[in-house]
């Protein structure tokens, strides 16, 4: 046996790969077929799929027209769910655009310091990748709560009368999100930015480009792949985030995550949801492969 | 010069000098704005665990209550121990799985290789709920189904369900991290070895897996984090009765903000932190980090088995199981003793600084398994 292992290239790579082909295939590719399968099919009372299965292309259909399920009211809103979407779309780009327009100088600033602060400032980047999530969002709503520290900050100097209400409305889900994700930002942008030769920048500056001009036309394209990637490394976990919606929108702020969410609890609709999903997913695989043609595969490993 | 300046009018030094100081002060004033709003929030945090009242916003005095309150809560206890058990079961199949499959991918070339590549990347890239809903729609519209018609089998959700699923996007991560370790591979090594008479189990043994170590290292306590962070995919696919300790700081957090749940998140920073320092030491650092880690680990692991050796003697009780385990923590004590003498030949190798924060990897390593040993076993 170990010596047909030895002898054949063939029985090796069998080894190696199979047990990660199998997982891979078994808990991924054919989950997300069974959930193509079940956005095809009617929904059961409560949850799971009626059986035998009914084929429907019912689940698409209530996406874009709110109002054609028989469950709905008279006051139906026909672009309710295409709204819920355009409005995380929004959020996804408004928070992306904090996170770059942050997070481009914060990267410009620290590959300008001397190695042991470059280094220094880098980690205290990278901790909140290794920070539960979940702690990180709570820090930042006790902070924010009614009763919370800057609340209480505000009313000791006597700017404001009584406790404003920071938390549970979308500018709270906001800032939730920039908080959550600046870091994504920050470590494509920092990687392109460190490479730039800056002595490209004095020779702008020597041929007569004043520096908000040496930016535009030398720095910025040449760390473009760097914002790049920012913008895909954002937007994508934010467009389908579910965590900062649900605790810093206390449920009054719908995103396609809290939506989906929602269909596998209370409006047990499990199908529904599953055409959701693969809506979403397929936004995101969008935007991921127009990435991955626009990149070079160089600039691709510098990150 | 001059011919080039007359067509571009240089401008002044002056103001150029100008226009960079104030540059300078707005690129200092933004990174201490985002890093206050990075760390402001957590500082206050860690502060407010230590109030000896409900308040998160007037500190009143020195305490440390919520943190005796949580060793009590049995509830959190459970969580924690099915988090490590989840987590370390996880980070064992994963690394394995992903860097046999990092080799594979790395160093043969077969049909649908590129297929499979970007196959792995998905998991990495679609939003989690997504992967947390086709979970749950495979587990309850197909898998238990299937076992139930085909074999007659009951399946049911829980723990099991929860480590398979983070086992299925852990692998992926692995994968990357040990795969750009092996395409910085400097092959010349492996022909050496073979050169000097080395078969290719001998050469993977003794000069490709030491040399990939670090990126397995890296590799396995990232899928450990991740596994331990995890709320969606494990809140799609847990059963009804055990929770995980993202599941119960969830439940907590959604109900409102106290001193409780402070102490408890200081407690996770903490451990967050002791990660990242042991992850970067290991990916960046030389073979004398790696070693220290074996040796701190199987030192902590060791020490509790001593420990539970000596309760176990001086009760009385010898129930075969405990004794089981606590001579498996014995165990690691000859493991430490084997890696030890590695460890201080590398030691000898080391400068100063090295050699303290190689001491201090040590530590970390074993206060983190003494930890984990206490609260798994309890």
């Known amino acids: ?303 | 010069m001059s011919a080039r300046s007359a067509v571009f009018p240089a401008y002044p030094r002056q103001q150029v000098r100008l226009t960079t100081r104030i540059g300078n002060w707005l690129l200092g004033g933004n990174a201490a704005l985002v890093f206050g709003f990075l760390y402001l929030p957590v500082l206050i945090l860690v502060i407010f665990s230590f109030n000896n009242t409900r308040s998160v916003a007037v500190f009143t005095g020195f305490s440390t209550e919520w943190y005796f309150s949580l060793a009590k809560n049995v509830e959190l206890l459970d969580a924690a121990r099915n988090s490590l058990l989840v987590g370390s079961i996880t980070t064992v199949f994963a690394t394995l799985i992903g860097t046999l499959t990092a080799l594979a991918m790395e160093r043969y070339r077969f049909k649908l290789r590129t297929t499979f590549d970007a196959n792995l990347y998905l998991p990495i890239v679609i939003p989690e709920i997504v992967m947390g809903i086709a979970l749950l729609l495979f587990f309850n519209q197909a898998l238990f189904p299937f076992l139930q018609n085909v074999f007659g089998l009951r399946g049911t959700t829980g723990l099991h369900t929860i480590t398979m699923s983070h086992i299925a996007f852990d692998i992926p991560f692995v994968y990357v991290i040990v795969r750009a370790r092996l395409a910085d591979f400097d092959r010349s090594l492996e022909e050496a070895a073979a050169d000097l008479g080395a078969d290719e189990w001998q050469t993977f043994k003794r000069v490709t897996l030491p040399l990939l170590m670090p990126g397995i290292i890296g590799g396995a306590l990232m899928a450990f984090t991740l596994s331990l962070d995890d709320y969606l995919i494990t809140a799609f696919t847990k059963g009804i009765r055990e929770q995980t300790m993202p599941l119960y700081i969830y439940s907590l957090v959604r109900r409102g903000v106290t001193p409780e749940i402070n102490a408890l998140s200081t407690a996770l920073l903490l451990g967050s932190i002791g990660l990242v320092g042991l992850s970067l030491t290991a990916q960046s650092g030389g073979p004398v980090y790696t070693k220290a880690m074996s040796v701190g680990a199987g030192l902590g692991l060791g020490s509790y088995g001593l420990l539970g050796l000596f309760r176990l003697l001086s009760s009385g009780e010898l129930t075969p199981g405990g004794l089981v385990i606590r001579l498996l923590l014995l165990a690691a004590f000859v493991w430490v003793w084997r890696s030890y003498r590695g460890f201080r030949e590398e030691l000898a190798d080391t400068n100063r600084s090295g050699r303290i924060l190689a001491w201090i990897t040590v530590f970390i390593s074993a206060a983190a398994a003494l930890l984990s040993a206490a609260l798994f076993f309890l």
């Open chain 1, 1 to 303: 046996m170990v010596n047909y292992f030895r002898r054949s290239k063939v029985a090796q790579l069998y080894g190696l790969i199979s047990p990660g082909v199998l997982w891979i295939l078994l808990f991924f590719n054919l989950p997300l077929l069974i959930m193509l399968f079940i956005s095809f099919v009617e929904r059961g009372r409560a949850g799971g799929i009626k059986l035998p299965p009914v084929y429907t292309l019912e689940n698409y259909r209530q996406l874009f027209n709110a109002c054609a399920s028989a469950f709905s009211g008279p006051e139906c809103d026909p672009f309710l769910y295409i709204g819920i979407f355009g409005h995380s779309v929004r959020i996804a780009f408004v928070v992306t655009f904090w996170c770059i327009a942050l997070g481009y100088p914060l990267s410009y600033f620290i590959s300008r310091q001397k190695p042991l602060w470059r280094d220094a400032l880098m980690i205290l980047v990278i901790i909140p990748f290794w920070t539960n999530f979940l702690v990180r969002t709570y820090a930042l709503k006790q902070v924010l709560a009614t009763e919370g520290l800057l609340n209480s900050f505000l009313m000791g100097v006597n700017l404001i009368n009584q406790p404003l209400d920071l938390l549970f409305n979308e500018f709270a889900v906001n800032i939730g999100l920039i908080y959550g994700y600046l870091p994504f930002a920050v470590l494509p942008m920092y990687a392109s930015i460190e490479k730039f030769d800056h002595s490209l920048m004095e020779a702008a500056s020597d041929l007569g480009a004043p520096p908000w001009r040496a930016f535009l036309r030398v720095m910025l394209p040449m760390t473009l792949p760097g914002v790049i990637a920012a913008l895909v490394l954002v937007f994508v976990p934010v467009v389908g985030a579910f965590i900062t919606p649900d605790i810093m929108g206390g449920g009054k702020i719908e995103m396609i995550g809290t939506l989906i969410n929602r269909q596998f609890g209370v409006s047990r609709n499990w199908p529904f949801g599953a055409s959701m999903s693969l809506v979403l997913m397929v936004l995101v695989l969008i935007g991921v492969i127009a990435y991955f043609r626009s990149s070079s595969e160089e600039t691709r490993r510098a990150m």
